[in-house]
């Protein structure tokens, strides 16, 4: 079964907008870490966000914060005030703590456009 | 403080021929983590390593694929011999392991075999 769902794999959005890039989790650990890296075409992996199953309150970093619903397991990530910076590929991971150690497993990835 | 290091940023190589790609992690560092991304498969973990001792290589394609950390700041994944279905890009990447355990990854070596 696939642990980490992003089910969009393209997004457009227009600059200074926020845009939500969905993703969905699937795990029956009850400690896990849920991640949101960022890929721009040079190709190298950025960490964006954090959120532990156990956070009460949603991560927020700059303009970037996490729509964490837990009985839903969603954990969205939030951009506000898109930048042309922002176009890039946007991944989803999770890491199961007491199952997994600290193997931690990507989604597919979203690819985001930001329009002039 | 200097990322993640990995070199080379780029190999071709001939099928059949042994192929080594190198990692420096962050220093401090307690863990070590290589990844492999392609289009077809996305980005998968094949191998991490914690305080130079490989937890997890349950990723790792095949025997032909080993990796190594001699020491807490330098780690290679070797490939012998090589096969076209390996060209990817090969991610290095290292964690503090404390905190949210978030990961540095390196700028990735682009393998490609002929």
């Known amino acids: 079964a696939q642990k980490i769902t992003q089910t969009q794999p393209g997004m457009f959005v227009q600059e200074k907008e926020a845009v939500t890039l969905d993703c969905t989790y699937d795990?029956?650990?009850?400690?896990?870490?849920l991640f949101w890296y960022k890929q721009p075409s040079s190709g190298e992996m950025i960490f964006l966000i954090y959120q532990g199953s156990y956070d009460e309150q949603n991560a927020t970093e700059g303009r970037y914060s996490l729509n964490f619903q837990k009985a839903r397991k969603s954990a969205n990530l939030v951009i506000s005030a898109s930048q042309l910076g922002d176009s890039a590929m946007y991944f989803c991971?999770?890491?199961?703590?007491?199952?997994?150690?600290?193997?931690?497993?990507f989604g597919a990835g979203t690819r985001l456009f930001v329009k002039a | 403080d200097a990322g993640v290091i990995q070199s080379p940023r780029h190999e071709v190589t001939e099928m059949g021929q042994e192929v080594t790609l190198r990692c420096k992690p962050i220093?401090?560092?307690?863990?070590l983590f290589w990844y492999r991304q392609t289009m077809m498969r996305g980005l998968e973990l094949l191998i991490y390593f914690n305080n130079n001792v490989p937890i997890d290589d349950s990723g790792m394609p095949e025997d032909r694929f080993s990796a190594k950390m001699p020491n807490a700041s330098f780690s290679t994944l070797k490939i012998q011999p090589s096969e076209p279905r390996d060209s990817a890009v090969y991610f290095c990447?290292?964690?503090?392991?404390?905190?949210?355990?978030?990961?540095?990854f390196g700028p990735g070596t682009r393998l490609t075999v002929t």
């Open positions: 990447a290292s964690s503090p392991g404390t905190g949210s355990h978030e990961q540095y």
């Open positions: 220093s401090g560092h307690d863990y």
């Open positions: 795990t029956s650990d009850q400690s896990y870490g």
């Open positions: 991971a999770m890491r199961e703590i007491h199952t997994g150690g600290f193997k931690t497993i």
